[in-house]
């Protein structure tokens, strides 16, 4: 009994770790139902739970808006806004009651009391149109400030540890960042802004004509055979009544309004990302003459973003029978309700026109929901939608602080060694083993090449080296205040002037035109030169080789103390690849360099090789030799390898 107990605490999964939010709140971790869904629950409970808390953890950081860490004009900016409402609903019952008076003026054909009516009408008409701009500053103001906040804490989180990169390998609903966060938040942070201005003048407008209509109203007497009914406030309850019915109507109407948004939102991101891959790979698919597939994949796409279409056109058509037709029948009603007081002498004109102003008003009050219910659905969509995203950044930022997934932890050397791998293993974001227990030592000035079949994990080793892959066990230790510089098998051109694409990441002024152009020399890039200045779609214009050229410029310019080279001489020929790796040891000779590649010419360039080999649980350290004989005896600190040496002497 007490090992069966002891087993389930082994298998016991940690508690999630708490992180923090943009505004400093803890963010609630997801439900365990969301986690791992219960098999208890239907498909339609298990999607209401994972809607539910996306919009509960959008709110935890659209909220730190206001709070202690953010934008200090929140607060004034939302005050008064609120303050320019109530000032409009009071402009507007002003001229509501201006209303009863010029027509009652008129009724009785008092041409004084209409010449000074309306010299009265232009000031509140002037205060009200003055405070209606006022309102579109404010509102607009704090759309602008909260979309700039927000969009701020969530690039800061996506940038940060290479996250933008990492989601790319991992699982879950996060796909087309770029998307979410250019257009998804956008309206995310939008929509809410108008939604409570619109509410909050909705409130005020209703409670306010409400007493204007059971005032001016009154009670109805209705002859009901040899009785009567008497309804008190009758106008209150029509309109009531009246919102009821039109509010209901589009409820029911446009329940499916949110999910059809959801997949029009998706259907267009999935189509702006073919279209984005298409114009990366051009010259790919130019030279393989690949149009007509794409185009095939293009129409695919855009087939399924014109069904969205048609789906969300049909629930806008639905949604508007509905509010059409209750704005065409809203200003007759009170028109109809009141004719028979004022046929009987008990209601003035004036009264009438100022009952159905305020009907009118109070309809259009409780009808909000009619007006704005399709911008409602689709807010809801993108709020989900970069929610996705921001859950997705927080299970990265729980797996660095050690949610019960190996983290590989990065520290310094003890002793005189460049780079350090201690127990290293890689794995996938599952778990799956991709390296095993790898324990190298790195000497400075050391060129190490890295070797091993396709598929062996050679490039994923380097990625966990440069701090780009994160998951495994064991730890990758730096000798202190040494810089790394990676230079990948595609580098990155960024767009702008070639002087920045060569700089980069540095600033384009770090470096002299002079010192750039030295650079562009020592790579064979001459051509160039004259180019430096001008700006142009140079990750379009130059070729393959051209652009690892260019990376190993951007070396020069920096001179790192390790360099990594994942495949990169791989798009130049033999001899030019020859003369890049002779220039790297002559111009960083001190340089500790680490080395990808499956050329056997590179060994020329290297000192030593260590060799990777696929087995099962993962790829193992097979072999580590010195390319240049040194005296003494270099130690490789992997297990696999001290058990093999004393095997080997004992053979012999």
């Given amino acids: 009994m007490h090992k069966r107990a002891a087993k389930r605490e082994q298998v016991k ?16 971790a997801p439900p365990p139902e969301l986690l791992e869904p219960d098999p208890e629950l239907s498909p339609e409970e298990a999607e209401q739970v994972r809607k539910d808390y996306l919009l509960t953890r959008f709110w935890i950081s659209a909220r730190g808006f206001w709070g202690r860490k953010g934008d200090r004009l929140a607060w004034p900016l939302s005050i008064g806004l609120g303050v320019l409402i109530v000032m409009t609903v009071g402009f507007q019952y002003g001229i509501n009651v201006w209303n009863r008076a010029i027509f009652d003026a008129i009724e009785q054909r008092d041409a004084t009391s209409v010449f000074h009516l309306s010299a009265v009408f232009f000031p509140l008409a002037a ?16 759309q602008r400030r909260w979309r700039a906040w927000l969009t701020a804490s969530v690039l800061t989180r996506w940038l940060a540890n290479g996250r933008y990169y990492q989601l790319n390998l991992v699982g879950g609903d996060h796909g087309n960042p770029e998307y979410r966060i250019a257009e998804d938040l956008r309206i995310a942070t939008d929509a809410p802004v108008d939604f409570l201005a619109g509410v909050t003048s909705a409130l005020l407008s209703a409670v306010t004509f409400i007493v204007v209509l059971w005032t001016i109203g009154g009670a109805l007497t209705i002859p009901l055979g040899g009785s009567s009914i008497t309804i008190p406030g009758f106008l209150v309850v029509a309109a009531i009544l009246y919102a009821a019915i039109a509010s209901s109507s589009i409820t029911v109407i446009g329940r499916r309004f949110v999910q059809v948004s959801e997949g029009k939102n998706q259907a267009e991101a999935d189509f702006r990302y073919t279209l984005t891959r298409v114009r990366e790979n051009g010259e790919s698919i130019a030279l393989l003459g690949g149009e007509d597939e794409e185009r095939d994949g293009l129409d695919r796409n855009f087939t399924r973003v014109l069904r969205q279409w048609a789906r969300l056109a049909g629930q ?3 949604t508007t029978l509905v509010s059409q037709g209750s704005s065409l029948v809203a200003p007759v009603v009170p028109l109809l309700l009141c004719a028979p007081k004022f046929l009987d002498g008990s209601m003035t004109l004036g009264q009438v026109m100022q009952a159905a102003s305020a009907f009118t008003i109070v309809q259009s009050a409780f009808g909000w929901l009619v007006d704005n219910y399709p911008r409602l659905a689709d807010w809801n969509a993108c709020a989900r939608r970069i929610a996705s995203l921001m859950m997705s950044l927080d299970a990265l930022e729980r797996a660095e602080q050690g949610d019960g997934l190996g983290r590989i932890k990065r520290g310094e050397t003890r002793n005189d060694a460049m780079l350090e791998l201690k127990d290293l293993s890689v794995t996938l974001d599952d778990g799956t083993a991709v390296v095993g227990e790898t324990e190298v030592m790195i000497e400075p000035g050391e060129r190490l090449l890295v070797a091993g079949e396709s598929g062996t994990g050679k490039s994923t080793l380097v990625r966990a080296i440069a701090g780009l892959w994160p998951w495994g066990e064991g730890g990758v230790n730096f000798h202190p205040d040494r810089r790394l510089f990676m230079l990948p098998q595609r580098p990155y051109v960024p767009s702008g002037s070639l002087r920045r694409a060569v700089a980069y990441p540095g600033a384009a002024d770090d470096w002299t035109i002079e010192e750039i152009g030295q650079a562009l020399h020592k790579v064979g890039l001459d051509h160039l030169k004259e180019k430096i200045e001008d700006e142009g779609p140079w990750d379009q214009t130059l070729s393959g080789g051209e652009k690892q050229r260019l990376a190993f410029a951007r070396l020069l310019l920096h001179t790192p103390d390790i360099v990594v080279l994942d495949e990169a001489t791989s798009a130049l020929d033999e001899k030019s690849q020859d003369k890049m790796m002779k220039m790297v040891t002559d111009e960083l000779p001190k340089a500790t360099i680490i080395s990808v590649a499956h050329r056997a010419e590179l060994e020329a360039f290297h000192s030593r090789k260590i060799v990777l080999e696929r087995r099962k649980g993962g790829a193992k350290l097979v072999s580590d030799i010195d390319l240049i004989p040194r005296k003494g005896k270099r130690k490789l600190l992997g297990r696999f390898l001290r058990q093999r040496k004393p095997a080997a002497k004992k053979a012999a």
């Fill in 13 to 28: 999964k940690p508690p999630i770790v708490e992180i923090k939010g943009e505004n400093g709140d803890a963010v609630a």
């Fill in 127 to 142: 205060g009200s149109i003055v405070l209606g701009v006022a309102q579109v500053f404010a509102r607009m103001g704090i």
């Fill in 316 to 318: 806008h058509m639905r």
